[in-house]
């Protein structure tokens, strides 16, 4: 009998007990608690980081029955620690206030379970007494998931934000001068800011989000996949007549890909889950929201999309989170909708090469990006987001153009900027969220390219001009031999086109075919 997916379930104990799938990380964990003393760990949302806290929890306080059969149950002592865990998820950070009452109201429930009285008149003094309190009986463990909600969550109040990331910054400092009286410390969230600021008071934390020994700990590698889930995937196979491998490829392509700078390629565990539950591919993580402060960030900074094809990031810069100056490259990276795809070794430093993980997390933030770029009904834009590909197939290149103005003519006003780059970079959302690969910023020998679709017998290339006439853009492509790459037997045509921005649109355009 198949044992059940755990979806939703971020108990270790109650997975166990209700005989659910797990997955065994206990190997990563036991070297957690046996190499060191102060952790910290970030990895995007929904990648199995409460469960992992929840697991740490159940290993110090000595449940050893939940682990039989399980790496770590002959391994450990299970001797019993004083526990504080403080889930971010549930603490209220409305304001300031509200976020220091709340902290102390998870510090006094602390205390009564553990039959002590709390008295102190601030958060910090209570819990630095809470600790040395705690510590009579044995040494502390410290679990914190979700240790950078309050600022993630008011990112678009920024004087919240800022007073919120002030609080934690005293709160989590109190854990060093303490060191005498803690075992084990965990911090788990989504972001990592640079040691100058939330973590200035605790810089004894050992980071191992880029760690290539505990990149595989949390999501599910090809092999777990296969091993833990051969029944759920010889069922999909009889039920929608897949070939196997065929399915796991389809399967590897939309939800595997994250890495975190080790040898192994990583599944979404909660894509995956909701997958062996349905059977059927779709954007499971995109529905669980897009961060707010993300598209804002993006909006803000006018990003061009379609840099994040080519994206190459010092380790300095991937890791870097700061509110008054925030990288739209490093927030992609740590909120999970770019990864490490190669890792390189220079002179400055350890470069890194991003790209999207996979199909689901590509389509998740362009479908995003869209919806929010386009102010029009969405059953119209669909139509015309559906006729795009048809038409390129049917060299309506008129049609297809005339789609693009259309939802151009859906963007609010306050979005533009006057830059030929914000302009390709919503060209390129349209055509990655219709499914049509296209070529952006392609360099030739004199030149570089704007953008060539191919699309079976038939390449389009195309230029764009803003403020300037299609006539020249046609000319740019003709001089600077752009076609000249393409094999001779396709069909090629050449379109130059005219931006506008009083229009805000496009204004003109001209096509050459050429055989």
């Given at each position: 009998?198949?044992?059940?997916?755990?979806?939703?379930?971020?108990?270790?104990?109650?997975?166990?007990?209700?005989?659910?799938?797990?997955?065994?990380?206990?190997?990563?964990?036991?070297?957690?608690?046996?190499?060191?003393?102060?952790?910290?760990?970030?990895?995007?949302?929904?990648?199995?980081?409460?469960?992992?806290?929840?697991?740490?929890?159940?290993?110090?306080?000595?449940?050893?029955?939940?682990?039989?059969?399980?790496?770590?149950?002959?391994?450990?002592?299970?001797?019993?620690?004083?526990?504080?865990?403080?889930?971010?998820?549930?603490?209220?950070?409305?304001?300031?206030?509200?976020?220091?009452?709340?902290?102390?109201?998870?510090?006094?429930?602390?205390?009564?379970?553990?039959?002590?009285?709390?008295?102190?008149?601030?958060?910090?003094?209570?819990?630095?007494?809470?600790?040395?309190?705690?510590?009579?009986?044995?040494?502390?463990?410290?679990?914190?998931?979700?240790?950078?909600?309050?600022?993630?969550?008011?990112?678009?109040?920024?004087?919240?934000?800022?007073?919120?990331?002030?609080?934690?910054?005293?709160?989590?400092?109190?854990?060093?001068?303490?060191?005498?009286?803690?075992?084990?410390?965990?911090?788990?969230?989504?972001?990592?800011?640079?040691?100058?600021?939330?973590?200035?008071?605790?810089?004894?934390?050992?980071?191992?989000?880029?760690?290539?020994?505990?990149?595989?700990?949390?999501?599910?590698?090809?092999?777990?996949?296969?091993?833990?889930?051969?029944?759920y995937i010889d069922d999909c196979c009889k039920i929608q007549g897949y070939d196997k491998k065929k399915l796991l490829q389809k399967i590897k392509r939309w939800y595997?890909?994250?890495?975190?700078?080790?040898?192994?390629?990583?599944?979404?565990?909660?894509?995956?889950?909701?997958?062996?539950?349905?059977?059927?591919?779709?954007?499971?993580?995109?529905?669980?929201?897009?961060?707010?402060?993300?598209?804002?960030?993006?909006?803000?900074?006018?990003?061009?999309?379609?840099?994040?094809?080519?994206?190459?990031?010092?380790?300095?810069?991937?890791?870097?989170?700061?509110?008054?100056?925030?990288?739209?490259?490093?927030?992609?990276?740590?909120?999970?909708?770019?990864?490490?795809?190669?890792?390189?070794?220079?002179?400055?430093?350890?470069?890194?090469?991003?790209?999207?993980?996979?199909?689901?997390?590509?389509?998740?933030?362009?479908?995003?990006?869209?919806?929010?770029?386009?102010?029009?009904?969405?059953?119209?834009?669909?139509?015309?987001?559906?006729?795009?590909?048809?038409?390129?197939?049917?060299?309506?290149?008129?049609?297809?153009?005339?789609?693009?103005?259309?939802?151009?003519?859906?963007?609010?006003?306050?979005?533009?900027?006057?830059?030929?780059?914000?302009?390709?970079?919503?060209?390129?959302?349209?055509?990655?969220?219709?499914?049509?690969?296209?070529?952006?910023?392609?360099?030739?020998?004199?030149?570089?390219?704007?953008?060539?679709?191919?699309?079976?017998?038939?390449?389009?290339?195309?230029?764009?001009?803003?403020?300037?006439?299609?006539?020249?853009?046609?000319?740019?492509?003709?001089?600077?031999?752009?076609?000249?790459?393409?094999?001779?037997?396709l069909k090629k045509y050449l379109i130059g086109v005219e931006l506008c921005d009083n229009l805000?649109?496009?204004?003109?355009?001209?096509?050459?075919?050429?055989?």
């Amino acid at each position: 009998m198949k044992k059940k997916l755990p979806i939703g379930k971020k108990d270790f104990k109650n997975l166990i007990e209700d005989n659910c799938l797990y997955i065994d990380k206990t190997e990563y964990l036991y070297r957690l608690i046996t190499e060191g003393y102060y952790y910290f760990l970030s990895r995007p949302r929904r990648f199995g980081k409460s469960l992992m806290v929840s697991t740490l929890e159940n290993i110090f306080s000595g449940n050893k029955e939940l682990f039989r059969g399980l790496y770590i149950y002959d391994k450990w002592h299970f001797k019993k620690y004083p526990i504080i865990k403080i889930d971010f998820n549930e603490i209220k950070k409305d304001t300031p206030i509200i976020l220091e009452k709340s902290l102390i109201e998870r510090l006094q429930e602390i205390y009564a379970e553990n039959n002590l009285k709390y008295e102190a008149e601030t958060y910090k003094s209570g819990f630095s007494k809470l600790i040395k309190q705690l510590s009579e009986k044995a040494k502390v463990v410290i679990l914190i998931d979700e240790y950078d909600k309050p600022i993630i969550d008011t990112l678009t109040e920024p004087e919240i934000c800022k007073q919120n990331r002030e609080i934690l910054k005293t709160f989590y400092g109190t854990i060093k001068a303490l060191d005498e009286y803690i075992q084990f410390c965990l911090l788990t969230g989504v972001t990592k800011f640079s040691k100058t600021s939330i973590f200035s008071d605790l810089n004894n934390l050992y980071d191992i989000s880029l760690d290539n020994g505990f990149n595989s700990m949390l999501g599910y590698t090809d092999e777990e996949l296969e091993k833990y889930f051969e029944e759920y995937i010889d069922d999909c196979c009889k039920i929608q007549g897949y070939d196997k491998k065929k399915l796991l490829q389809k399967i590897k392509r939309w939800y595997n890909g994250y890495n975190f700078s080790g040898a192994d390629s990583l599944y979404n565990p909660f894509s995956i889950l909701l997958f062996f539950k349905t059977y059927e591919f779709k954007n499971y993580w995109y529905e669980t929201g897009t961060p707010t402060f993300l598209l804002n960030l993006l909006y803000e900074k006018q990003y061009d999309l379609s840099n994040l094809e080519t994206l190459e990031l010092f380790e300095s810069s991937l890791g870097k989170f700061e509110i008054e100056n925030l990288s739209a490259e490093a927030v992609l990276f740590q909120t999970g909708y770019l990864t490490i795809k190669k890792k390189m070794d220079t002179p400055r430093g350890i470069l890194y090469k991003l790209h999207y993980p996979n199909l689901e997390v590509k389509n998740s933030l362009i479908d995003n990006l869209l919806k929010t770029y386009i102010n029009k009904n969405n059953n119209e834009t669909d139509k015309k987001l559906l006729e795009m590909e048809a038409q390129l197939e049917a060299e309506d290149i008129d049609g297809f153009i005339e789609n693009i103005k259309f939802i151009f003519s859906g963007i609010p006003n306050v979005l533009f900027v006057k830059k030929e780059a914000y302009y390709s970079s919503v060209i390129y959302t349209i055509l990655a969220l219709v499914g049509i690969n296209a070529e952006f910023e392609q360099m030739n020998n004199i030149g570089r390219l704007d953008c060539a679709i191919k699309i079976s017998d038939k390449v389009y290339i195309f230029e764009f001009k803003l403020n300037q006439s299609a006539d020249d853009a046609l000319k740019q492509i003709k001089d600077k031999k752009y076609s000249e790459k393409y094999d001779k037997g396709l069909k090629k045509y050449l379109i130059g086109v005219e931006l506008c921005d009083n229009l805000r649109n496009i204004k003109n355009y001209v096509i050459e075919k050429i055989e």
